[in-house]
């Protein structure tokens, strides 16, 4: 664990008209976490199905640097994302060291994802989140746009590659059909909506506490909730 002095964290998070049944589920476990630890929480609106998602993601790199220098540790994650392991804390992720942490995926080819994120205040982070917005005219061409652009910086830049700690996804981002329990985070990504909001429901009358304990009974073996 990285820091044993009191400290502000932020978990942020977005949502939009079309995911909004997601994030209704979705931000009641992500409070209950912030609440649980102490951090603070905030859900913004980004909207995603727009032309101008390619300047609405620059304006939102402006407003990261500022969220980031207004505390100690910013994470922030998906609407598609649920603390499963709410023991673990922020600080047990973030070490001394670190200036931005992402996960990998591993469910195909594409090694990376940026929808879990944990940006420490320092100057490297922030040089690092003005590198993105002086590169926007390379990432705005991106299928997976800053997604794409950080895993070519890594794989290209040396001071990247020191700012960037990559953990495994079992870390904080582990897709539904890898996910354990005890795992700290899942990760609903790279599937419809209704897949999405089918699954955040499931988790929740599992484990309503959101805790590494199953308290199922011997009816069936798992509620049908699907």
């Known amino acids: ?47 995603y199905d727009t032309p101008d998602f390619n300047q609405n993601a620059l304006a939102s790199l402006h407003k990261l640097k500022q969220d980031i220098q207004s505390t100690d540790i910013l994470m922030t994650v998906g609407a598609d994302v649920m603390f499963m392991n709410q023991w673990v804390k922020v600080q047990d992720i973030v070490q001394a060291d670190d200036k931005v942490v992402v ?14 994120m944990l940006w420490v205040n320092k100057p490297e982070t ?25 895993w070519n910086l890594i794989q290209l830049d040396p001071q990247v590659r020191q700012t960037v700690r990559l953990v ?14 005890g795992d700290y985070i899942v990760h609903f990504y790279g599937m419809p909506i209704e897949e999405k909001v089918a699954k955040a429901r499931h988790m929740t009358v599992l484990f309503p506490n959101f805790l590494p304990v199953y308290g199922g009974g011997n009816v069936k073996p798992v509620p049908d909730v699907d």
């Open 168 to 181: 495994d996804d079992q870390v904080m981002n582990r897709h539904p059909t890898r996910w354990q329990l």
């Open 126 to 150: 922030l040089a690092l989140v003005d590198r993105f917005i002086a590169d926007f005219h390379i990432w705005e061409q991106y299928q997976w746009r800053l997604q794409q652009h950080l």
């Open 1 to 47: 664990m990285l820091y044993t002095a009191p400290m502000r964290i932020k978990i942020q998070t977005n949502t939009s008209k079309k995911i909004e049944a997601l994030t209704e589920i979705t931000a009641k476990n992500q409070q209950m976490y912030a609440q649980r630890h102490g951090y603070d929480w905030r859900c913004d609106y980004f909207e």
């Open 103 to 116: 996960a990998r995926e591993r469910t195909a080819w594409w090694p990376l994802n940026n929808d879990v």
